[in-house]
């Protein structure tokens, strides 16, 4: 009962930046958790970032640390992901999820609502 809308994702050369943008709306309440997957051709599904929801942690794949901030805006159900000094190997596409509760964020079995997906492509 969560749907999720994403935009941003595009074309750009590397040590370039994009922001992805995912609006949740439906039954978006209590304790719960955001947080972006990204998926290259040919192989699995990995995770990115996560933030929960009522507290504000934030927490990032070792890959994108430095590199990659997930924030939210808290009046209108969406989390944002600023990537910054892009990498080729960050092409893939882009996935935002959703779940309750707040553990195992970065588990993508534990999300059971997800996006579109938005192809985010990085060139050399």
């Known amino acids: 009962q969560v749907q999720l809308v994403e935009s941003g994702g595009g074309l750009v050369q590397a040590g370039g930046s994009l922001r992805l943008s995912c609006a949740a709306s439906g039954h978006t309440f209590g304790t719960y958790a955001m947080a972006w997957f990204r998926q290259a051709l040919g192989k699995e599904r990995e995770f990115v970032a996560a933030?929960?929801?009522?507290?504000?942690?934030?927490y990032y794949a070792d890959s994108v640390k430095g590199r990659f901030t997930i924030s939210r805006d808290h009046a209108k159900s969406t989390v944002y992901l600023q990537m910054n000094s892009l990498k080729p190997e960050d092409t893939a596409v882009y996935y935002c999820?959703?779940?309750?509760?707040?553990?195992?964020?970065?588990?993508?079995?534990?999300?059971?609502?997800w996006g579109q997906g938005t192809q985010v492509t990085v060139s050399s």
């Open positions: 999820a959703f779940k309750y509760g707040s553990l195992w964020v970065d588990r993508p079995n534990e999300y059971p609502y």
């Open positions: 933030i929960t929801w009522s507290g504000g942690g934030t």
